[in-house]
């Protein structure tokens, strides 16, 4: 099953170097980029619980589910492609959240398997889902044996 990366925009965001990646991907896994749609409130607390039933509507119990959250553990490339490969190795599909304008709610990060943190400074869903597929390559062409990291 391919690798899911769910974030909360639209498709029509997803750029051409993001692209670029989803097909250097394809070559290991597939990955599929699934835009959910924002909550639209101006209340934090609303949002984040609308976007976190969204989300966990479309997930199955077997997934191993990564959360990008500014809580969550920094790894290195390294380290993440370690933890991907036995990811990918001992559950049926991985997905990974970005979370929307107020990052994801409880029930996503009590249910998420793993929660990643991209760094302590605050990035736009685009560069997130951008730097998100850019470690996803890096991961899987280290777990395939590449020297494309060095």
Do not use: C
């Not at 391919?2 to 965001?13: A, D, H, M, T, V």
């Not at 039933?53 to 390294?78: C, P, T, W, Y």
């Amino acid at each position: 099953m391919p690798l899911k990366l769910y974030f909360f925009g639209k498709s029509r965001e997803i750029n051409e170097r993001e692209n670029e990646l989803i097909k250097r991907i394809g070559f290991r896994e597939k990955i599929e980029l699934v835009a959910l749609p924002q909550a639209g409130t101006r209340d934090n607390k609303k949002n984040k619980t609308i976007e976190a039933d969204n989300f966990l509507s479309k997930i199955k119990e077997n997934q191993f589910i990564i959360a990008f959250d500014e809580h969550g553990q920094q790894l290195n490339s390294l380290e993440f492609s370690r933890e991907l490969k036995k990811a990918l190795e001992n559950h049926k599909q991985v997905v990974f959240v970005i979370g929307g304008a107020f990052g994801l709610g409880e029930k996503i990060l009590n249910k998420a398997n793993l929660k990643l943190s991209m760094g302590k400074m605050v990035w736009t869903r685009n560069l997130a889902r951008q730097m998100a597929l850019e470690q996803i390559y890096r991961a899987l062409e280290i777990a395939g044996g590449s020297n494309f990291h060095k």
